[in-house]
């Protein structure tokens, strides 16, 4: 096979695979998916992460908190483990272990975004997931108490699902023919517009 030849394979194989992962990157959901992945969200709160799957940590703060600030270990990180292997399937039927913990589409778009972020990782998850540990790691020192700090890296967590997952509602038949319709309308003074500029061009011409 000749060099051109290779190069010419070469090429067409990488844009296949980058054609094909970019495809792999959007998710098509059912309604129900999307209702069960909302109510996960909606109802998560510090129980719902196993014990095997986070680590959480206190160490000296050096937020408010006045002479605390040198005596007591009041800042918190929170460790969320293994991320990439936390996700279960959302079909019936489906089983999984106890480390599987996040609804696999709302995992899926916090690794690879969604429509609204044109499938880049959302910006919260740039801010905490550590790739080299395959880790999310939250801290917080906003409060002098060590359990509202841990309370707050709570939050934090349950905000980085909130804000990871999106789906763009579906436009109803008649709101497009709707949106069709206007367009055409748009469409049509824009070029009665341009006849009438060329018309006035014209005319100033012709003086």
């Avoid at 030849?5 to 998710?27: A, D, G, I, P």
């Avoid at 109802?43 to 937020?63: D, H, I, L, W």
């Avoid at 008649?174 to 014209?202: A, G, H, V």
Wanted: aromatic share 10%; net charge positive.
């Amino acid at each position: 096979m000749s060099t051109s030849s290779m190069l010419c394979n070469t090429t067409k194989y990488r844009l296949n695979f980058f054609r094909s992962y970019s495809v792999n990157k959007e998710l098509k959901l059912t309604q129900e998916h999307i209702q069960k992945v909302n109510e996960w969200i909606d109802k998560f709160n510090k129980e719902v992460v196993p014990k095997a799957c986070m680590s959480m940590q206190y160490v000296r703060s050096s937020g408010p908190g006045g002479q605390n600030v040198n005596k007591l270990s009041t800042k918190c990180s929170l460790e969320i483990l293994n991320v990439k292997k936390s996700g279960y399937s959302l079909e019936k039927g489906s089983k999984r272990s106890g480390l599987q913990w996040i609804p696999q589409p709302l995992l899926h778009m916090m690794i690879y975004g969604n429509s609204k972020t044109d499938y880049n990782q959302p910006n919260i998850m740039k801010l905490y997931y550590k790739p080299q540990k395959d880790s999310l790691v939250i801290q917080s020192d906003s409060e002098r108490k060590r359990n509202l700090n841990e309370a707050d890296c709570y939050a934090k967590l349950h905000k980085l699902f909130r804000e990871s997952f999106f789906v763009q509602k579906e436009v109803s038949a008649d709101n497009k023919e709707k949106w069709k319709r206007i367009t055409e309308r748009e469409n049509e003074k824009r070029l009665q517009q341009k006849k009438f500029d060329q018309m006035k061009r014209k005319l100033y011409k012709d003086k």
